[in-house]
């Protein structure tokens, strides 16, 4: 039997492993990044060193990538020279991917989404287009995706609005568990203002299920590793690859070029870092699926000199436009440290009919705007908070910006304890000048060009976001907060993206003239070479994009096994 | 002089009357995590950057699993290589200009003298470094070498690490009651700062 390689381990690897090595495949999947787990092949629960450490998550780089080995470059646009060096939006690089760090949100895409161009019409200055396919075509991947990996949510109390626009003919495989006092607050001011919260749909679990452990509410959620692996996403499918036999899995070894022969790959080659330096090999193969997340696939991509018919490799990388949203109550503890994190949803913002957005849109020129779903509740950890309040002191105490004041922050806890987030996700248009290419002076550990991103928000995420800034303090209000504030998410962090939705660059489409991979993700002017992970996204949407990372992927990987080898 | 710095920084009852009943810096034992951290590839073994997993057992019964640090991967090692002899360097400097502006032994001078000197210009970057690893030091996991006793936890009513046990779903989705806010002068100033309604 023929020979595959896949290059990543995350969302869309672990698909087009499964896929492929259900169909008679071999396949060797490399990862970039460690292995944080045992018992992969199962059966019974996954182990992990994955733990409740604020510490090794959040600040000593655990799930990767170390910024002074694997660093990235930020500009705002082509105009501008490099602006930041170090970590600009990295996904985890260990085995499962972005699945490991994520809270497990799993909300669908609209179908308005899908067909942006042909239902909304065109948006100045962006390059807006059609998926080569409908919601239509794409729900019952997400059915089976979600019974796969094991979702949590409750369909009736799914509004009308969304129904209507992401339709399911199926109930979710478990129930939503413990609702989060924080989620619950700024639900009832969501609530308040008309708009329609509902238990936020998550892959982690409420009950047994795929053999792994009920989640115990232990509080680290988003951004760590779960200890009890209660949402294993990617390391299902990773485990049916495995236990067919089939395939080997390789971590800590970087592919670092798809080799090339006329229109064919051959295999790729790659590079690992061992006690005595570099070692460097490669494997011949007779299909290469790119699945090494948004921006690295377009990385590999650029390293291996790809045909680019259509000018647009590496073009139109979307990032979502965030909205942080902070609301903070001076009577009661809310306690986001304990359960899953942020545990409602709302989804009225992604309506470009919300009331008044069309009219804002209007006024300031533009057909119309969308938001994004917001999460409601959540917090930090304390030793973020420590860090907000050393920013916040040296503006309020600039002659002595630490000591006992410093600690009564820490005892109000007014950015931890008694703080309610409200992040909303939103609508990134696809810019053909937002771009992932070669950085031309930076270099990663191996001696390799790092990417180099350009991209900020144009004036349809600007006026989103204001229009949107205004909606979310008055939720908050209405919430009961005693403070509220909501600002670009790129305002807390100099300009530099950090939301971690990687979409775009390699986008799908029919048409080789306008888009670098087909309408199931095969690389345009190559024969045998696919992607499958969020870098074929043709829109962003306003959600979590890894639902549809995996259901894309399963799309289009199931079409390709059923193709002869 | 490492330990007089961070009691500045975060000072505990022995440093400021302000803080009587709350442990500081010194009390979380911070110099013990800094100490622990700078000198990661000197102490032989594992060099303690990933405390181990999944769980410490702090709460319920069993071995401290996070105690038993990770072995780390080749690219990691050369991460923390570069990382660690950069801040061994910011810390040999950064103490003797500190030392230097309080003509001779930081430690000798005055409270209010070492704020003022910690707040100057010509140490600011120095005191971020500082800054970060007095909160590190107080509120990462005890087994990192700070937060001795989980004094910088119990300061902040923080419970930490809660695996294997987690919470009961009463516990996430109740009201714990109401528990007004102290509107200390720093306090009311951050509200107003972040949109007080």
Redesign the interface.
């Given at each position: 039997m023929s020979k595959a390689i896949v290059i990543g381990s995350g969302a869309g690897g672990s698909i087009a492993a499964m896929e492929l090595s259900a169909a008679g495949w071999d396949v060797v999947v490399f990862e970039k990044g460690?292995n944080h787990f045992t018992n992969l092949a199962g059966p019974g629960p996954f182990?992990?060193?994955?733990?409740?450490?604020?510490?090794?998550l959040n600040?000593?780089?655990?799930a990767?990538p170390?910024p002074?080995?694997?660093p990235r470059t930020w500009r705002p646009n082509a105009q501008t020279a490099v602006q930041y060096t170090g970590a600009v939006d990295e996904l985890p690089q260990v085995v499962g991917g972005g699945t490991t760090h994520w809270d497990a949100k799993v909300p669908r895409l609209w179908d308005i989404d899908f067909q942006s161009l042909s239902a909304l019409g065109p948006q100045p200055g962006a390059d807006m287009a059609d998926w080569p396919f409908t919601y239509a075509e794409i729900a019952p991947y997400y059915d089976e995706i979600e019974e796969l990996i094991g979702a949590q949510g409750d369909v009736s109390a799914i509004p009308d609005l969304v129904l209507k626009h992401a339709p399911r003919t199926k109930a979710l495989p478990m129930p939503p568990?413990?609702?989060?006092?924080s989620s619950?607050a700024v639900a009832a001011g969501a609530k308040a203002m008309g708009m329609h919260p509902y238990p936020y749909p998550m892959a982690a679990n409420t009950q047994p299920y795929n053999d792994q452990q009920v989640?115990?509410?232990?509080?680290?959620c988003s951004g760590y590793g779960c200890?009890?692996v209660a949402r294993p996403a990617a390391l299902i499918p990773l485990r049916q690859a495995l236990r067919t036999g089939r395939v080997s899995l390789v971590p800590?070894t970087m592919v670092t070029k798809v080799r090339l022969t006329g229109t064919r790959a051959t295999g790729v080659s790659w590079i690992k870092?061992?006690?005595s330096g570099p070692v460097t090999g490669s494997e011949d193969a007779d299909l290469v699926v790119m699945a090494a997340s948004g921006i690295e696939t377009v990385r590999l991509a650029l390293l291996s000199q790809f045909p680019d018919q259509s000018g647009k490799l590496g073009r139109r990388l979307m990032l979502h436009a965030f909205l942080d949203g902070?609301a903070?109550f001076?009577?009661?503890?809310m306690?986001a440290?304990?359960?899953r994190s942020i545990t409602q949803c709302v989804e009225d913002a992604c309506d470009p009919d919300f009331p008044g957005a069309r009219a804002f849109a209007k006024k300031n020129g533009l057909p119309y705007i969308r938001g994004g779903i917001m999460e409601l509740g959540g917090s930090q950890d304390?030793?973020e908070e420590?860090?907000a309040?050393?920013t916040?002191?040296a503006?309020?105490?600039?002659?002595?910006?630490?000591?006992?004041?410093?600690?009564?922050?820490?005892?109000?806890?007014?950015l931890?304890?008694?703080l309610a987030g409200c992040s909303l996700i939103g609508d990134d248009l696809p810019y053909l000048d937002h771009t992932v290419t070669l950085d031309p002076t930076v270099k990663d550990?191996f001696g390799l060009p790092v990417a180099q991103i350009t991209w900020n928000e144009q004036k349809y995420e600007q006026l989103s976001l204001q229009f949107y800034a205004n909606v979310v303090?008055e939720m908050m209000?209405k919430a009961g907060?005693?403070?509220?504030?909501a600002v670009p998410g790129t305002d807390n962090a100099g300009g530099v993206p950090t939301g971690n939705h990687i979409m775009g660059g390699m986008m799908m489409g029919a048409d080789p003239a306008t888009s670098v991979t087909d309408s199931h993700g095969r690389v345009h002017g190559l024969d045998n070479v696919w992607v499958a992970d969020g870098s074929v996204f043709v829109t962003s949407g306003g959600h979590n994009p890894t639902n549809t990372i995996m259901s894309v992927a399963l799309r289009n990987m199931r079409y390709l096994a059923g193709q002869p080898a | 002089m490492v330990e007089a710095a961070t009691a500045?920084?975060?000072?505990g009852p022995a440093d400021?009357p302000?803080?009587a009943g709350?442990p500081?810096a010194r009390e979380a034992d911070v110099t013990g995590y800094i100490d622990t951290m700078l000198s990661m590839f000197s102490q032989g073994g594992t060099p303690k950057?990933?405390?181990?997993?999944?769980?410490?057992n702090r709460h319920t019964s069993g071995p401290d699993?996070?105690a038993m640090f990770?072995t780390i991967?080749?690219?990691?090692?050369?991460?923390?290589g570069?990382?660690i002899s950069g801040w061994q360097r910011q810390y040999r400097t950064g103490v003797a200009s500190l030392d230097k502006q309080a003509g001779g032994d930081f430690t000798k001078v005055s409270a209010a003298r070492q704020?003022k000197i910690?707040?100057g210009v010509s140490v600011s970057s120095f005191?971020?470094l500082l800054?970060?690893h007095t909160?590190?030091g107080?509120?990462?996991?005890p087994e990192?070498g700070g937060n001795r006793g989980l004094a910088?936890?119990t300061?902040?009513?923080?419970?930490?690490?809660?695996?294997?046990?987690?919470?009961?779903?009463?516990?996430?989705?109740?009201?714990?009651?109401?528990?007004?806010?102290?509107k200390?002068p720093?306090?009311t100033?951050?509200?107003k700062?972040?949109?007080?309604?």
């Open positions: 460690p182990g992990t060193v994955f733990s409740n450490d604020d510490l090794k600040v000593r780089y655990f990767g170390d002074l080995t694997c568990g413990a609702q989060q006092r619950l989640c115990n509410n232990c509080g680290f200890p009890v800590q870092m061992t006690g902070t903070i001076l009577d009661e503890r306690h440290y304990r359960g304390p030793i420590g860090q309040y050393t916040l002191l503006f309020l105490r600039p002659t002595r910006p630490f000591g006992t004041e410093f600690k009564q922050l820490m005892r109000s806890s007014i931890r304890d008694r550990v303090k209000r907060a005693g403070a509220v504030l | 500045r920084i975060a000072p400021d302000a803080e709350h500081g950057i990933f405390a181990g997993g999944p769980w410490s699993m996070m990770l991967d080749p690219v990691t090692k050369i991460a923390w570069k990382r704020d910690l707040a005191l971020s800054f970060e909160i590190e107080l509120y990462s996991n990192y910088g936890w300061d902040i009513s923080y419970p930490g690490d809660s695996q294997p046990r987690g919470y009961s779903d009463d516990e996430v989705s109740r009201s714990d009651g109401p528990d007004p806010v102290d200390t720093i306090v100033g951050a509200l700062f972040l949109g007080a309604v």
